[in-house]
């Protein structure tokens, strides 16, 4: 039969394995129109459980430039900013706002109380607020 610290080793190597499969977001439609960039972030913001509004102020603030949220779902910013650039930034909003600081698990949901930002890991219960996008 085996200890408890080796069955807990065990466990935590297969996770550390197999988590990289599983969550693959999708890429954002970038797209150019005059002087603004166009992301397409409705099949982002539903892979990883966001609000639209939430995901655009955070590229506004992060890209240091004006937007809005269409009815499409479509995040419009003001500038020419590149694929690579708009990705990098949504891989830092999921870095810091999806991924559990706990257990590195995907599976989390987030939720305004009052005027803070609670990110609830769905994986191992962890709870902890998230920094205010200025």
Same mark, same amino acid.
């Given at each position: 039969m085996m200890e408890y610290d080796e =069955? =807990?080793? +065990?466990?935590? +190597?297969?996770?550390? /394995?197999g988590r990289? &499969?599983?969550? !693959?977001?999708? &890429? /954002?439609? !970038?797209?150019?129109s005059g002087q603004k960039t166009v992301i397409n972030a409705e099949k982002f913001a539903s892979y990883i459980n966001r609000p @639209?509004?939430? *995901? /655009?102020?955070?590229m506004m603030h992060e890209l240091t430039a004006p937007g809005?949220?269409?009815?499409?779902?479509n995040i419009t910013i003001g500038g020419r900013f590149s694929r690579r650039v708009v990705q990098e930034k949504l891989n /830092?909003? *999921? +870095?810091?706002y999806v991924i559990c600081k706990q257990c590195a698990s995907p599976d989390t949901q987030m939720?305004? @109380? &009052? &005027?803070n930002f609670i990110v609830k890991c769905l994986a191992c219960g962890a709870e902890y607020p998230v920094g205010k996008i200025k």
């Open positions: =069955l =807990l080793k +065990k466990v935590l +190597k297969e996770k550390k /394995a990289g &499969e599983r969550f !693959v977001p999708p &890429e /954002a439609d !970038v797209g150019q @639209i509004k939430h *995901i /655009a102020r955070y809005q949220v269409d009815e499409k779902g /830092a909003y *999921i +870095k810091e939720n305004k @109380i &009052e &005027e």
